[in-house]
């Protein structure tokens, strides 16, 4: 069965808005978007679980990278995310999908998950797309978190976690910190 | 001087209890802990312990502190309204009840612990208060592989800028608590 690995960029006080550039993501006069930038942790991440994975991507995160990523000349995480299936979550978007290899998920989105991880194929990855991970979570679906902590208290902010999400044990799996002091912690969902 | 340490233990989702308010799912591991370096290095090297109410009423006995509790060093506790009764205390552990404020606390704390370390109990609403105050110089937390879903979040109302935590240790102890240890820039 193909995983579904969630991968975030998170605060100590569990921020996940616009970790990349300050105009990512100004819901609710968000200021401190660009916060992840200086501490570059997704490359030590691990580039490689980035490299082909396809995406499931909520509709917000997709636009959001619609609008950056194609427009970038000299990066090679360009032709990336051009080429690997890209799967979207949303109520208002129709098919067909403006970008190369996007699919729209169709009906209940944790049933279409739950199907697309039926099917042969690589592991899926999730990036951004907080209440798709939300609606993921909920019907127990992710395999794996990967959480890149930074150490910054923001004190606002959409949170990854919100109140009332469910409660159960995870395994800690791996941890390694950054040079600059980011903690990348990886969790999978305790076997029951 | 002694140094004012906050300690907590955190769920992945970022809370430090539950809705019930209890914290049984991030300390199952309670026995493995007091074996950890960090334990042991944080019960040598504390000499006095700020804790709130909160905290101080999940004892079942308060006498029973005394004696068991594993900091035992001069117990500082923030609070509105002192018990009726004083606890027992013995020749290592005394009891103080501090109705006017952090500050007051933790002054009063690091006279106690001399040149040791003041260590902070953190229930939400005393890290809340230490940090607003810039009284903490580090920052322990311990992250949990559990999630809690709700409960109390213990940087809910911290301004950016506020608490500036750099990174000085990270281990992974068992059970899988991850151990860290911030200084805040002031």
Request: charged share 20%; proline share 6%.
């Amino acid at each position: 069965m193909r995983k579904i690995i969630v991968f975030t960029n998170l605060t100590l006080d569990g921020v996940m808005q616009a970790p990349g550039r300050p105009d990512e993501d100004r819901r609710g006069d968000f200021k401190h978007g660009g916060w992840a930038a200086p501490y570059a942790a997704m490359n030590e991440a691990g580039g490689n679980l980035a490299d082909a994975a396809p995406l499931l991507m909520g509709r917000r995160t997709y636009e959001d990278f619609y609008a950056y990523w194609p427009n970038q000349t000299d990066n090679p995480f360009t032709e990336v995310l051009n080429n690997t299936p890209k799967y979207v979550a949303s109520r208002t978007l129709k098919e067909p999908l403006a970008w190369t290899h996007s699919t729209l998920l169709k009906g209940d989105v944790a049933e279409a998950v739950a199907a697309l991880k039926e099917q042969p194929g690589k592991d899926f990855l999730v990036m951004g797309s907080g209440e798709l991970v939300q609606t993921l979570m909920k019907h127990g679906l992710v395999d794996v978190y990967v959480l890149l902590i930074h150490p910054l208290i923001l004190g606002s902010g959409r949170r990854l976690f919100t109140d009332g999400g469910p409660s159960s044990a995870l395994q800690l799996v791996d941890t390694k910190t950054t040079m600059k002091g980011v903690m990348i912690a990886t969790y999978q969902p305790k076997k029951e | 001087m002694g140094k004012v340490i906050l300690g907590m233990t955190m769920s992945i989702d970022g809370f430090i209890n539950d809705p019930s308010g209890s914290v049984e799912a991030l300390y199952p591991d309670l026995a493995a802990l007091q074996e950890t370096e960090p334990m042991k290095e944080s019960l040598q090297k504390t000499g006095s312990v700020v804790m709130g109410r909160n905290s101080f009423a999940m004892a079942e006995d308060p006498d029973k502190i005394a004696g068991n509790y594993e900091y035992q060093v001069p117990i500082f506790v923030l609070t509105h309204q002192p018990p009726k009764r004083h606890p027992k205390e013995t020749d290592r552990l005394t009891f103080t009840f501090v109705t006017d404020g952090i500050e007051s606390a933790i002054a009063q704390a690091k006279a106690a612990a001399g040149d040791k370390d003041v260590t902070v109990i953190g229930a939400a609403s005393t890290a809340q208060q230490c940090l607003k105050a810039g009284l903490a110089d580090e920052l322990h937390i311990d992250i949990m592989p559990v999630f809690l879903g709700s409960g109390l979040r213990p940087f809910e109302g911290i301004r950016e800028g506020q608490v500036q935590p750099e990174r000085m240790k990270v281990v992974e102890l068992p059970g899988g608590r991850i151990h860290t240890e911030f200084c805040i820039i002031r």
